[in-house]
């Protein structure tokens, strides 16, 4: 396929357009004056199985700019994409007290596959996450707006762990730090600089997690408010188990028993029993970790049945259709249908 064939290319799920018009009516811009100028027809935006290309993004935020008289508002948009809702906090609160790097990665990885207009890359360097944005297509006038939609999508969950946090663009913005900081308070905005990307103190002093880990972790379980404050003051180390979903977390299509024993030093047989002594298993944790990204992939993108096995590690789509019938009771395809009628 040619480079100019792939921008045409269904890619984007129709319903962030729902969603970006949402936000537009509220700032009393219509979904007629805004499709005007681009080549989307308005029935496409409710068909729960359509698809936006790049090309059609990019006219969509074109048009967008031109329209909106605030240049925060792709970073307030990035703010309200709400993707608490799709589970994504109550899944990386599962993680051990205080182990922020594993929450931001999945954050992280979350992103890159319901969003795959920009990838994201995610080091650690002296106690701070820093969350660099790398264009995966050229995206030409809608850079700047996407990576605010991006950092502010990245924002908006990070906060709940973080505070101090720090938003670097490499572009320039008309207006004050001041003007910015009311997007998101306690948060620095710095333009001009030589990357695109938000960081965040990982430290205690700078972290709320353990109170936000209590309270993510039994919603997560569907505890009642009464139930959360009883277990508020509940203290748990971090089990074997935790540790185990840390790795997997980390390569979810090729962790293997063996391979996570050797990360933690343990032997596979001493590992198996840990875990058994902890009321579960490996291949329990693992399937738990897969389904959770097999959910995202079904319901976020438009990868093919038999790329998204290959992607979380299974041999052929058959193998993931049987799992992922065993975790939710549905054939992946079905689950995909459900959501796009959901939407």
Request: net charge neutral.
């Amino acid at each position: 396929m040619s480079q100019s064939l792939r921008y045409d290319v269904p890619l984007i799920s129709a319903r962030y357009l729902k969603r970006f018009l949402v936000f537009l009516k509220q700032r009393e811009i219509s979904a007629e004056a805004l499709l005007a100028e681009t080549r989307i027809e308005p029935v496409q935006i409710q068909n729960p199985d359509s698809y936006l290309s790049v090309n059609q993004v990019i006219e969509i935020l074109k048009q967008a700019e031109w329209m909106l008289s605030d240049e925060r508002a792709g970073f307030l948009f990035g703010q309200k994409l709400d993707l608490i809702s799709h589970g994504l906090f109550g899944f990386v609160l599962l993680q051990p007290r205080n182990n922020y790097r594993d929450l931001v990665a999945c954050v992280v990885e979350h992103l890159r596959v319901a969003l795959p207009l920009i990838d994201m890359k995610c080091e650690f360097s002296g106690g701070e996450a820093l969350v660099s944005l790398h264009p995966s297509w050229e995206l030409r006038e809608a850079y700047p707006f996407l990576c605010k939609v991006y950092l502010g999508s990245t924002h908006t969950i990070a906060s709940q762990i973080c505070h101090n946090i720090r938003c670097e663009f490499n572009f320039p913005s008309s207006l004050s730090a001041e003007e910015w900081s009311q997007c998101a308070p306690g948060t620095q905005f710095l333009f001009d600089q030589p990357h695109c990307r938000i960081i965040l103190p990982l430290k205690a002093s700078s972290c709320s997690g353990e109170g936000v880990v209590q309270e993510g972790l039994a919603i997560s379980r569907g505890k009642t408010s009464n139930e959360r404050s009883a277990d508020a003051d509940e203290k748990e180390a971090p089990t074997v188990a935790y540790r185990v979903k840390e790795h997997i977390l980390q390569l979810p299509g090729k962790a293997s028993l063996e391979l996570v024993a050797g990360k933690m030093s343990l032997s596979p047989r001493y590992l198996r029993q840990q875990l058994a002594d902890e009321g579960t298993s490996f291949r329990e944790i693992h399937g738990e970790v897969r389904c959770h990204f097999a959910r995202i992939y079904l319901a976020e993108t438009p990868v093919p049945l038999d790329e998204i096995a290959r992607k979380l590690g299974f041999s052929d789509q058959a193998s993931f259709t049987r799992a992922f019938r065993s975790w939710t009771g549905m054939t992946p395809g079905d689950y995909r249908r459900q959501e796009r009628l959901s939407a």
